[in-house]
């Protein structure tokens, strides 16, 4: 079941990579070759892009049509892939599963704070101070998201924010001399 | 020779003033404490500090950078031996065996055995990397444009084949890194490649703002994802370590610090393989094999000898050819370039003191490791609780504020969270992070190298495969590639596992 989910991403995967190196061979073949100004054209600023795209659509090619990954069709690597073993063990450790819905919400405070409402003219440690209240409040180390906010979390929020902020807030400014969004 | 000890002295002497010091160890404690808290790896940490260490002159925001880099390799196994999580990917292998010990009641021998292999492994690293780092620019000085590209395309090509279980999503994460970087004003003739008019994308994404995002931002959704469950940490005795311990296993120390500078040194590849190769080798030479995965000393101190021995040989390539050895090797390398540190073959020859500089920061973070390993344990494992529901949004609002504080300006926030989310989704797809960065960094060197080579032999190819060591180097990549083409893999592997077979009992320790 796994292993299908898996193939099935991975030729996903693999025809974003194909069209993904026609855009790139396509934009590298219509720039300038700047021959006008005497330029050789093996070092036109398209030949390394151009290459790469090539590169993308070789093996997005290969992994579009590959076998299953399975018994002997995909060599293993000589040692144990570091990351993928990191993984097992902590994944072994925590038994924790992957939940997409946390990481939503997560990504969606993460990206209303820095993406859409920094610079727009709110207070860079009100703003700052906000983001972390919420964030602090609505995902916990309880399954419920967001999470039902207790007193305790209530209380660790409201004290921890104000004071990341302000500390962030006065180390770029008075430190750093960093002009804040 | 006495030209290095002169210099390597100067270096040493020169950190010995209150604010270095201070530097030196308030980074190595950072590095203990970031390593101690899983999720925060050694790459994220160190990248955050480059955004704060900008205003610095160079040799002290680089000495905040390699102690960080140091501690956080060294802090990762405290976690691992207490609660069978490493605290970053390099202390993995010391889970396996440091865990048991602490489960059968030796945590304090464990995380003494953990300190023992981290000092003797940098300290040996060190001694490497005062060693190979002159030799080996000596050796690049004759390295030509044709050699730099063949490098550099070595560096992504092996990383993406070593660190991901899918060698084919490594290269494509490697090329990708390779592309990105070659977006904005290309070095040759200033053109805008694929900037669409846009004034920002015309200087390109900024080196920071998309390390903070792919390490940081994508690390912050990555732990977010899941839910943890406050640890608890077990009762742990005498962390000192016995000299017994040391002594018995002197071959294993040695070894492990060879293997670890050697791993260190091959482009991109890392700490955490680095620990693997220690152990693995550690185990298949041992004469208890047995014990391995059910608390053996040795296994533990091969590991983590391995991995911070890791640290100065990945540093070498870095500072003489300015090919990073690992992806935080490649955050440092981007730190001295803004620094206005040129490393490179001409390192040695323009400014060689810089290389011993490096070699006493690398010894004033071991002496930190020291200290804090053996009389630090409990408050660390403090702040190793906090829970990361807490911490993560915090270390958000620093990536936001430190991509800002490079040129004040919102693209780069912009470009960190793209970049983050971008590399969010590639490694749930099992596309790692290290290649693509070491794609970015080394960008523009195959770039430049590779239509320089063009330019000198006219449009011609034969000098990329006819000068020796671009032969060799274009054998190596070609080696790379096609021994992951299943028919030819399961003959390699044949015949290696029949090589090992033959040599294996000359190097087995006798009882």
């Excluded at chain 2, 990248?47 to 501690?71: D, E, F, H, R, S």
């Excluded at chain 2, 995002?213 to 899941?226: D, H, K, Q």
């Excluded at chain 2, 311990?245 to 955490?272: F, Q």
């Excluded at chain 2, 391995?292 to 296994?299: A, L, R, T």
């Amino acid at each position: 079941m796994q292993s299908t989910k898996l193939l099935s991403t991975d030729r996903i995967g693999g025809l974003i990579w194909v069209a993904f190196g026609l855009a790139v061979v396509y934009g590298a073949w219509a720039m300038d070759r700047l021959e006008s100004l005497g330029i050789p054209l093996a070092t036109a600023p398209g030949v390394v892009p151009g290459l790469l795209g090539i590169a993308f659509i070789i093996f997005g090619s290969i992994l579009l049509v590959r076998h299953e990954p399975g018994a002997g069709d995909i060599p293993e690597p000589a040692i144990p892939a570091s990351a993928a073993a990191a993984d097992a063990v902590a994944a072994t450790a925590h038994g924790d599963e992957f939940d997409w819905r946390r990481v939503a919400l997560s990504w969606l405070l993460c990206v209303t704070y820095g993406g859409v409402l920094l610079g727009g003219g709110l207070p860079y440690w009100a703003l700052t101070a906000g983001f972390l209240f919420l964030h602090i409040l609505l995902l916990d180390e309880t399954d419920r998201v967001p999470a039902s906010p207790t007193l305790r979390r209530l209380v660790i929020a409201a004290l921890v924010s104000p004071t990341v902020a302000t500390v962030v807030m006065l180390t770029f400014e008075r430190i750093f001399l960093v002009r804040l969004p | 020779m006495f030209d290095g000890l002169v210099m390597f002295g100067n270096a040493v002497v020169g950190y010995l003033n209150p604010v270095s010091l201070t530097l030196a160890f308030g980074a190595t404690l950072l590095g203990v404490v970031a390593g101690c808290m899983p999720g925060l790896s050694a790459t994220l940490v160190i990248t955050l500090l480059t955004t704060l260490t900008l205003k610095m002159q160079p040799n002290q925001a680089i000495l905040v950078l390699v102690c960080a880099y140091n501690g956080a390799i060294y802090g990762g196994s405290r976690t691992a031996i207490l609660l069978n999580i490493p605290g970053t990917a390099a202390n993995a292998a010391a889970c396996i065996d440091g865990y048991q010990l602490a489960r059968q009641g030796q945590a304090g021998r464990a995380m003494g055995i953990a300190t023992t292999g981290s000092v003797v492994g940098t300290l040996f690293g060190l001694v490497c990397l005062a060693l190979f780092t002159p030799m080996l620019g000596e050796v690049a000085l004759s390295f030509g444009a044709f050699e730099f590209f063949w490098l550099a395309l070595l560096g992504v090509v092996m990383s993406g084949n070593v660190v991901a279980a899918d060698p084919l999503k490594g290269w494509l994460a490697g090329f990708l890194g390779l592309f990105v970087a070659g977006i904005g004003q290309e070095g040759m003739y200033a053109y805008e490649r694929f900037s669409f008019g846009n004034a920002d994308l015309a200087g390109g994404f900024g080196l920071i703002p998309v390390l903070v995002g792919a390490f940081g931002f994508s690390e912050v959704l990555t732990v977010m994802s899941e839910r943890f469950a406050r640890p608890k940490i077990m009762e742990f005795g005498s962390p000192l370590p016995r000299i017994m311990d040391v002594l018995k296993y002197w071959r294993t120390i040695l070894r492990s610090g060879v293997i670890g500078v050697w791993v260190g040194i091959l482009p991109g590849v890392g700490e955490d393989m680095a620990a693997w190769s220690s152990y693995a080798t550690a185990k298949r030479l041992s004469k208890e094999p047995e014990k391995y995965g059910k608390g053996s000393i040795e296994g533990l101190m091969a590991a983590e000898t391995g991995d911070n021995a890791s640290v100065p040989g990945g540093i070498i390539p870095a500072l003489a050819l300015a090919i990073p050895g690992s992806a935080p090797c490649a955050v440092l390398l981007a730190a001295m370039i803004i620094h206005g540190v040129q490393a490179g073959p001409m390192l040695m020859v323009e400014n060689p003191q810089f290389v011993y500089d490096v070699v006493a920061m690398v010894l004033f973070s071991t002496i930190g490791i020291l200290f804090f390993g053996l009389f630090f344990i409990r408050p660390l494992l403090r702040i190793a609780q906090v829970p990361r529901s807490i911490m993560m949004p915090i270390i958000f609002v620093l990536c936001v504020i430190g991509s800002y504080s490079l040129s004040s300006r919102l693209f780069d926030v912009y470009t960190m969270l793209g970049f983050g989310t971008l590399v969010f989704i590639m490694r749930r797809n099992g596309y790692p992070a290290a290649p693509f960065v070491l794609g970015l960094v080394l960008g523009d060197i195959l770039d430049k190298n590779l239509r320089r080579g063009l330019v000198l032999s006219d449009g011609d190819l034969l000098p990329f495969f006819s000068r020796p060591i671009s032969a060799v180097l274009a054998v190596l990549v070609l080696w790379t590639f096609i021994t992951n083409v299943p028919i030819i893999h399961a003959a390699v592997s044949r015949w290696r596992d029949a090589v090992v077979a033959r040599i294996l009992p000359t190097f087995r320790r006798s009882s």
